[in-house]
Nanobody
């Protein structure tokens, strides 16, 4: 079993910053890609940023230059630094991870989500 637990969401004014964390725990042999997605009210879930085990990253165009994804492989944790937040960034943010478990099985796991609300 693998669990992902997110933290760091909250209410912030436009222009402000937040830092989200997502820690993976359980029967983990290795983690390949990790990522952050978000779902805004009335919209489909979208990729925000991803990071591979080697450190390469990718971002949605809407967040480039404002958000930064990073990871600590020793802690099985991925972070998302959100700067210059806009009201349109309001959403539930979810992390995911491609995990190879100790039994050799591969799985894609999701966190429970953390709410980010940006007021204008």
């Amino acid at each position: 079993q693998v669990q992902l637990v997110e933290s760091g969401g909250g209410l912030v004014q436009a222009g402000g910053s937040l830092r989200l964390s997502c820690a993976a725990s359980g029967s983990i042999f290795s983690i390949n890609a990790m990522g952050w997605f978000r779902r805004a009210p009335g919209k489909q879930r979208e990729l925000v940023a991803g990071i591979r085990s080697g450190g390469s990253t990718n971002y949605a165009d809407s967040v480039k230059g404002r958000f930064t994804i990073s990871r600590d492989n020793g802690k099985n944790t991925v972070y998302l630094q959100l700067n210059s937040l806009k009201p349109e960034d309001t959403a539930v943010y979810y992390c995911n991870a491609e995990v190879v478990a100790n039994d050799g099985l591969w799985g894609l796991y999701w966190g429970q989500g953390t709410q980010v609300t940006v007021s204008s």
